[in-house]
């Protein structure tokens, strides 16, 4: 009999970051509850967080996993299992050639939030330090690189300045793009809370759809999909017309702001109500309710990162926090809140193709220099890495031949998927590093090296309050003994390391990657933050094993900073904020008479992404048993659709065959199709005729010119009914 056993980790799903305690028994997980010391969560949990043990069970381990290296002779065939030495060898071999053959910019690492900052920053170095490529991009790109454009614009770095605490201290909730309530359900919670013992907190929503949380409401704007920054633009016009903005705070520390007053000039109610399909007397209510509020807390995730006007979007927010002295100040401030586990961390170590290490910027000759003296490099290179969906393209046009992908699924996940799957054919060798056997990425790998994952490995992620939290092994790794999973950043040494030998790196030097635990890694990552914005110099990874800690927190410091900027001085080089004036540009794929239905996209309450891990267990299909496009009843009426027909779903990429399902929650002409399920449940077929499913095969690649992030929340489609047989 084994005697059970509690470890206290972190929660794998969102950004809210849940401590949990594990409960196993030898070496099986059986049970998970929430973790009461931790200051995201209080002990509470969600549908997904609560039944994390189930899907980590023995029988859909052995279903789902992939439990040894595996290896494709040829395209299509059934992969063999293989060692991991001979694995990484091939890995090695083939990497190491196109590099000779092709140069640097020939390989590309497509990495994922999901993967812990150890893991990110092994990789991270692994690139630009070693490899000398900044190909390296992950599929946070795809859901806050216009949070970090945001900040980085107006504030001058990338640090949400608010806490989960300013939830309880806010006036006014300010919620826009974001369905807290399926897709942070626990931060909702707290919301609900906030509202019980503070019946005086307003709550304003701002979607394109009546969402659960735009149900919380007392004020729900429901605009037309991407005219945020023309409401925010018109929030501001309205708020310099009744006198409610905060001329002393923006004269102290803030600067820019008369470009953005011109801007503003004719953003009318009229012309806000217009665009935006909004009442004059709702946008007035909404503006006075920010600007007249002791303390408006703003909180926006997908519906504002994930467009063609992503940064502007989040900039014109930002605008209004700083025309009304709305920051650095309890229960106030712009607050973004991060989809994945560890979007946060992978921010920290520069793991996008535009950043390195401790926030700073590729672009930054000094940051480059100081980056390539901490890893000991000669230099970190300066031409830009391609971001997610120009790594996917220039693959599928032959200038990337090799593609290391790490811990996410674009076969499903990234929007174009005619373009991503014609990148994954044409690569020369793919190698994908995963946990899972079952993604549809696996279906192109032309090796597949088996990754640990929750319950099974060690290290720290960074929820959306930048706190960072440990993630614990409570049991060893399933498979083989000797051949069976290993954990992400030590696959990347040993990978790293061969490739030192390979690229003919001088063998007397020491090798770039003495790491033998993650904790040594943390350490150099650490080290990178010391005298930035985000400097972690004063924990230690005992610190964290006792409680979560908040960055920054420099060396000697006792704490780390609940809230940022209450000085008033901001990372800029004048010490000021910086207004930013972006205009209003529409959707880029407006709806037209072949397209007539703006399709938007999002999360179920009970999935997680692809459903590699929730979609393993029955009972997180009691909420949504199976997807459906949701259409508005008067839509459905005037098409002569009823409830459960199939219907052909068409944008100018593909095509998918779904059922329809009435709701209210959708304006008129407007379609929902929730992002979870891919090709086997949602089949298609691309304009060119290769067969293609999932939302993804409707969505397009056009991302913002800043954050490049893709409009993955709007595309025109059209919608007919399925010929029955
Ligand atoms: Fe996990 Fe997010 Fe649910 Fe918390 S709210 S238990 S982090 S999925």
Redesign the pocket.
Known sequence: MFSPKETRST?P??G???GVIIQSSGNQITGVKGDPQHP??FGR??S???TLHLTATAEVTLQTRLLQPLQRLQRGSTPEAVTWDSALHTATTKFAQVIRDHGPDAVGFYVSGQLLTEDYYAFNKLAKGLIGTNNIDTNSRLCMSSAVAGYKKTLGADSPPASYEDLGLASTLFIAGSNAAYA????FRRIEDAKAANPALKIVVVDVRRTDTAEAADLFLQIQPGTDVMLFNGMLHLMLWEGWTDAAYMAAHTEGFDALKALVRDCTPDAVAAVCGIRKAELMEATRLFAQSPATLSLYCMGLNQSSAGTAKNTALINLHLATGQIGKPGAGPFSLTGQ?NAMGGREVGGLANLLSGHRDLANPAHRAEVASLWGVPAVPEKPGKTAIEMFQAAADGEIRALWIACTNPAQSLPDQATVRRALERAEFVVLQEAFATTATARYADLLLPATTWGEKEGTVTNSERRISRVRAAVAAPGPQDNGPRHDWAIAVDFAQRLESALGRTPALPTLFPYPTPESVWNEHRESTRGRDLDITGMSYAQLEATPLQWPMPEGAASGKVRLYEDGVFPTPTGRARFVAAPYTPVAEPREARYPFALTTGRLRDQWHGMSRTGTLGRLFGHVREPALHMHPQDMARRLLAEGDLVHITSKRGSILAPVQASTEVGLSQVFLPMHWGDEFLSGHSNTGERLGGVNALTSPVFCPDSKQPELKHAAVKVLKADMP
Not at 184 to 187: A, M, N, Q, W
């Open positions: 929660c799903y969102c809210v970051g849940c995201a969560n949990l969600c997904k967080g609560s942070h359900p626990i931060l586990p």
